[in-house]
T-cell receptor
Framework: DAGVIQSPRHEVTEMGQEVTLRCKPI?????LFWYRQTMMRGLELLIY????????DSGMPEDRFSAKMPNASFSTLKIQPSEPRDSAVYFC???????????FGAGTRLSVL | AQKVTQAQTEISVVEKEDVTLDCVYE???????LFWYKQPPSGELVFLIR??????QNEISGRYSWNFQKSTSSFNFTITASQVVDSAVYFC???????????FGTGTRLQVFP
């Protein structure tokens, strides 16, 4: 079975540009999570969805960040405009309804120059 | 507030040594879950184990074992006869029963030398 699929794996962009990260959760999972990993702050939850509905976005750093889940098989995390301090690894994870275990994608390493 | 502490930032061992990674958690809730994840050099996060707060039985899976002690709020992870492939960063995490949030520790980097 395919796991959580994230794209792109690496993204290099210039400050001020818009960045869109993509995630395809495991089929049948009803919860989706976006995390950010940095050396300074470790792994932190940005936002999560249940049944495509955003439940908690208190971890989203500021208005430059937005996330959508238009259907059960796709989610995006957008940064507009991007800044160098957004450089990090962004992980997507999904969880099935009947099991409290989050399965992570391989991550997107974002570098904002 | 909930918190997970992994006091060991980095551990180095030689192959075949046993190694224990410590995890201490804080929560006032009585129902919660504890997790361990592995992050190898390739970067992905791999789920290893989940434990709920009502199950204090130790668990063994091959060379891996976990010791959960509510009395000391600890959920330690032992690798027996370590191998070079065990080199990774290991994260302990906590979630409460009625939330989906995972609260991660800062991780322990394990280096196993041949």
């Amino acid at each position: 079975d395919a796991g959580v699929i994230q794209s792109p794996r690496h993204e290099v962009t210039e400050m001020g540009q818009e960045v869109t990260l993509r995630c395809k959760p495991i089929s049948g999972h009803n919860s989706l999570f976006w995390y950010r990993q940095t050396m300074m702050r470790g792994l932190e939850l940005l936002i999560y969805f249940n049944n495509n509905v955003p439940i908690d976005d208190s971890g989203m750093p500021e208005d430059r960040f937005s996330a959508k889940m238009p259907n059960a098989s796709f989610s995006t995390l957008k940064i507009q405009p991007s800044e160098p301090r957004d450089s990090a690894v962004y992980f997507c994870a999904s969880r099935p309804r009947q099991e409290n275990i989050q399965y992570f994608g391989a991550g997107t390493r974002l570098s904002v120059l | 507030a909930q918190k997970v502490t992994q006091a060991q930032t980095e551990i180095s061992v030689v192959e075949k040594e046993d190694v224990t990674l410590d995890c201490v958690y804080e929560t006032r809730d009585t129902t919660y879950y504890l997790f361990w994840y592995k992050q190898p050099p390739s970067g992905e996060l791999v789920f290893l184990i989940r434990r709920n707060s009502f199950d204090e039985q130790n668990e063994i899976s091959g060379r891996y074992s976990w010791n959960f002690q509510k009395s000391t709020s600890s959920f330690n992870f032992t690798i027996t006869a370590s191998q070079v492939v065990d080199s990774a960063v290991y994260f302990c995490a906590l979630s409460l029963y009625n939330t989906d949030k995972l609260i991660f520790g800062t991780g322990t980097r394990l280096q196993v030398f041949p």
